[in-house]
């Protein structure tokens, strides 16, 4: 399919290597958050989730860490593999609204 | 596969035409979502139904309408199309109202010429 976002941040990593993608979130007020990974050609798919009142949850392969200080969002993905490579959006809760990032691209390297 | 599906897979219309797209959410699932996502403005979210219900509205346009029947599937209802309204629209699922864990359909890609 189309790929979503031509123009959107590359990271890339080699395979086995660890990555961090980063995200900026708007609303101090956002009580959830939210990271999801999309391959080419289908839909999102929820990753891990976070609560504003934790600042790490560790899930498999996968660690996000919330500082709520500079409102900044960071998704670790340990031991990156090829089928790593996806765009990865983070999302904020507000309300009943979900906002999303603009999405990094994560290529990895052989 | 998220057992979230959506038809049709792709759509080519006109401006000013008027489209639906369909929406089945996972067995057991009460909760439906509704995204577009363009190239210029990413994944956006548009509307959440709840058992038949509206529940929250998002950046949704007043040309754009949706419902959720008994049976639970949904509908998004596109009208007075625009070049602008070009873009992958994505329905997901989740089981409660509040329930965060959402899964995405496949998208339909709607093209406007």
């Known amino acids: 399919g189309e790929s979503v976002g031509l123009h959107l941040p590359t990271l890339s990593v080699q395979e086995g290597d660890n990555s961090i993608i980063n995200c900026a979130y708007s609303n101090s007020a956002s009580d959830y958050f939210i990271w999801y990974k999309q391959e080419s050609g289908k839909g999102p798919q929820f990753i891990i989730d976070?609560?504003?009142?934790?600042d790490k949850r560790q899930g498999q392969r996968v660690t996000v860490l919330l500082n709520k200080t500079v409102k900044h969002l960071s998704l670790q993905i340990a031991a990156t593999q090829p089928g790593d490579s996806a765009v990865y959006f983070c999302a904020e809760r507000h309300g009943q609204n979900f906002v999303f990032g603009p999405g990094t691209r994560l290529s990895v390297l052989p | 596969d998220s057992g979230v599906t959506q038809t049709p897979k792709h759509l080519i219309t006109a401006t000013g035409q008027r489209v639906t797209l369909r929406c089945s959410p996972r067995s057991g699932d009460l909760s439906v979502y509704w995204y577009q996502q363009s190239l210029d403005q990413g994944l956006q979210f548009l509307i959440q139904y709840y058992n038949g219900e509206e529940r929250a509205k998002g950046n949704i346009l007043e040309r754009f309408s949706a419902q959720q029947f008994p049976d639970l599937h949904s509908e998004l209802n596109l009208s007075s199309l625009e070049l602008g309204d070009s873009a992958l629209y994505f329905c997901?699922?989740?089981?409660?109202?509040?329930?965060?864990?959402?899964?995405f359909g496949p998208g339909t890609r709607l093209t406007v010429t």
């Open positions: 976070i609560r504003s009142n934790m």
């Open positions: 997901a699922s989740s089981v409660g109202d509040r329930s965060y864990e959402q899964y």
